[in-house]
């Protein structure tokens, strides 16, 4: 029996267990709000997250439940005593005897310190899992699925209460896979205050812009209108041969949609249809995906290069300061720039100077980073002329909130900091992404230092070799500094006052980006990620040769799972689980490679490494190792995201034969071009005709009318899947 039929007909195990987690849970009341211990709640989700599958449920290895409080604290915790409790014992060893064991990833020491913290409170009882969505339809097709049918149906209905006039502008998140997988109220609060934050950090608009719940009283689905946040805004324009032939009407929004690896074109869906008819297409959306995760978004598109998209960031430090109405030259000759210097702070690995400016929306911050303390690298030698390897920006929002841009010594827009200038502590790799890395270190706005180039220049004597004086006016003291900095900081977090409605107690992008992007999966989580209520069964299908061939057999033990292996096979996993047709986002700029087991293919240019210097010539092979022909599609990118289609349309490479491009010469190679990408596309069916979409401050795309939908016959269809399609990237780099 095909496993569509296992999960929607109640019949088999996996069914009939569905069936029976979605009829209790969907009798669940929602239970008043009760204050709850914020270490309990934080303790509860990392127990979830890191040790429910082996010490959970029907597994109580150890004889240990972690989610059971009054257990935990009869056989493994000693409330006010962590050293004396085996909990704390075990996931701090340096031994074998260490959980999480070993082939699975460790806790961190802050994670590790929050279970101390929480012992040494009096191991507070753990918040209750809030209930739930209370789904009154049972007729709904997909009804076994807990969660993703009442999303479907809740954003139908809010759409039909829409004008007709206003349907278009609307989009939609969903935290609603969160609660299946299970979640504390807490959990769900800070889901809500990281997705607010997050759109509000991406947006010019002065008015903050809070996510309308639209399921009330669950509230785990949420409507935005583009207009509040400018996101309606159509940056592109089309170009086909090398020419402009016209604007695209690619908005921000869709650029988050060509990325979004979660969607799914449910075939069998009344709902997903009326969807499609009333909205998706009328709408005009990208590709027909009615709702994201707000943890995918959140976590996502507050990185590059999809942040400086949505801002509209410029290339280079002088265009922002032009865009922001600074003269940094003027203010420095005018003392209106505010300078100070650090040995040591909390983020670069030497010196860092700072220099304040004012700008059209409050403040402008420049950070100097440098490689090294020494020579003309140390800020003492000469703190007027400085010479950094590169910087951080940051600069007020008309929000109050902020916005940031890296840039290296030559002052051009970069991705991320090298890590050994700087670092993130809240990242896994510690290298500091423009965006969120800034979001999350600046979670009060402007960090307070303590200036170290005054104080030294105060006791330096007379001829120091540059300009004492000068440089006094420009390292002002503490106090004045001190004063600016508080101003700021207390812009900051009256604008986050605004979007929260409240006071921010926590901050909520670090717990949530890190659960996203961090934390392993496990059966449970990836159960719930797939929209079902019970993981009963699953652990069984990942056993299958079909499932365990995708990477993912660690789920069908006790293992784990990371994100970008999930993120990998979840197109494939779906069609498997005959839970719709995967929309792939073949298109998008973050995802290099795709798969399909019908296609072999080669891509690979004439060295070794892809490292070439000044003046060589670059040539790029593409061979068919496929038994049949293949349709391919050249594009290259260049380091600033300027994109080229190289190949013609319908261009073919016979089986066992090889496309050389250029077909004669080769690419003389320019230096300081940086890092470049050639991406590739294959299929046995003909591509659809490329689009190259250009914009300034935006990285260009290209587009394929993949998962265009057809509205003419009984019900829906797609016109093209790209599930055939194959998708390879090289990076090539030019020294």
Not at 70 to 79: C, E, F, N
Not at 339 to 358: D, F, L, Q
Not at 552 to 573: F, I, K, N, S
């Amino acid at each position: 029996m095909p496993v569509r039929k296992l999960l929607f007909s109640g019949l088999g195990l996996v069914g009939l267990a569905l069936f029976s987690a979605w009829s209790a849970l969907s009798t669940a009341q929602a239970p008043p709000k009760a204050k709850t211990d914020p270490l309990a709640a934080q303790v509860k989700q990392l127990f979830r997250a890191r040790c429910l599958e082996c010490h959970g449920g029907a597994k109580t290895f150890g004889g240990v439940k972690v989610l059971d409080h009054a257990r935990l604290l009869r056989k493994k915790v000693v409330p006010g005593k962590a050293d004396d409790s085996p909990l704390y014992r075990l996931i701090s060893a340096t031994d074998e005897s260490v959980m999480p064991p070993s082939g699975q990833p460790r806790l961190s020491p802050d994670e590790i310190d929050l279970v101390r913290r929480w012992i040494v409170a009096g191991a507070p009882a753990f918040p209750a899992d809030a209930p739930p969505p209370v789904e009154k339809d049972k007729d709904a097709a997909f009804k076994k699925i807990a969660g993703v049918d009442y999303v479907l149906k809740k954003v139908l209905a809010h759409v039909r209460s829409l004008t007709r006039e206003d349907r278009p502008y609307v989009r939609y998140f969903s935290i609603n896979h969160v609660l299946t997988a299970g979640a504390t109220a807490a959990d769900l609060e800070l889901q809500r205050e990281a997705l607010a934050k997050a759109i509000n950090h991406l947006t010019w608009e002065k008015r903050v812009v809070r996510p309308t719940p639209i399921d009330g009283p669950t509230d785990t689905v949420f409507a935005v209108d583009l207009r509040k946040l400018a996101w309606s805004a159509r940056p592109f324009e089309r170009w086909e041969g090398g020419r402009k032939v016209g604007n695209s009407p690619v908005n921000l929004w869709d650029l988050a949609l060509l990325e979004y690896p979660y969607g799914v074109f449910y075939e069998d869906s009344d709902t997903f249809d009326h969807l499609l008819e009333e909205y998706v297409v009328p709408a005009g959306l990208v590709r027909p995906v009615p709702y994201v995760r707000a943890d995918w978004f959140i976590s996502t598109v507050t990185q590059p290069p999809l942040y400086e998209d949505f801002l509209g960031l410029p290339f280079t430090l002088s265009e922002l300061e032009a865009k922001l109405e600074v003269d940094a030259k003027k203010n420095l000759e005018d003392y209106a720039a505010k300078r100070a210097g650090m040995t040591v702070s909390g983020v670069s690995r030497n010196n860092r100077v700072v220099e304040r400016h004012p700008s059209k929306y409050g403040a402008y911050w420049k950070s100097f980073d440098f490689r090294t303390s020494k020579g003309r690298e140390n800020m003492f030698k000469d703190p007027i002329d400085l010479n950094p390897a590169g910087g951080e920006f940051i600069f007020n929002l008309p929000n109050g909130l902020q916005g940031y841009l890296v840039a290296d010594g030559k002052g051009d827009r970069v991705e991320f900091a090298p890590t050994d200038i700087v670092t993130d502590k809240f990242a896994e790799d510690k290298t500091v992404r423009n965006g969120l890395a800034c979001m999350r270190c600046h979670d009060q706005g402007m960090k307070g230092f303590a200036d170290s180039v005054r104080p030294a220049l105060e006791k330096l004597p007379g001829s120091p070799g540059f300009d004492k004086r000068q440089a006094l006016r420009l390292y002002v003291p503490q106090k004045e500094m001190d004063a600016l900095l508080k101003e700021d900081q207390e812009r900051f977090l009256a604008g986050m006052k605004r979007v929260l409605g409240k006071g921010q107690k926590r901050e909520p992008l670090i717990p949530v980006t890190r659960r996203y992007l961090d934390d392993p999966l496990h059966l449970t989580t990836a159960a719930g990620e797939l929209g079902l209520a019970d993981a009963t069964g699953l652990s069984g299908l990942f056993r299958l040769p079909r499932f365990a061939a995708l990477g993912l057999l660690p789920l069908a033990g006790q293992g784990v799972v990371r994100r970008d292996a999930w993120e990998d096979y979840h197109d494939q996993l779906m069609r498997l689980l005959g839970l719709g047709v995967p929309v792939v986002p073949i298109d998008g700029v973050l995802r290099r490679d795709f798969a399909s087991g019908a296609v072999e293919v080669e891509l690979k240019t004439n060295k070794r490494g892809n490292v070439f210097e000044p003046g060589e010539e670059a040539v790029v092979f593409v061979t068919n190792k496929s038994a049949r022909a293949l349709y391919i599609e050249l594009v290259g990118s260049s380091a600033r995201g300027r994109k080229v289609v190289l190949t013609e349309a319908g261009t073919v490479v016979r089986a066992g034969q090889t496309y050389r491009y250029p077909e004669r010469g080769g690419i003389k190679v320019r230096g300081g071009l940086g890092k470049e990408q050639i991406a590739l596309l294959a299929s046995q069916e003909a591509l659809p005709r490329p689009v190259l979409l250009r914009g300034k401050s935006v990285t260009d795309r290209v587009m394929h009318p993949f998962y265009a939908v057809d509205l003419k016959g009984k019900r829906p269809a797609l016109r093209n899947d790209a599930a055939a399609v194959v998708k390879k990237t090289i990076e090539i780099e030019t020294r």
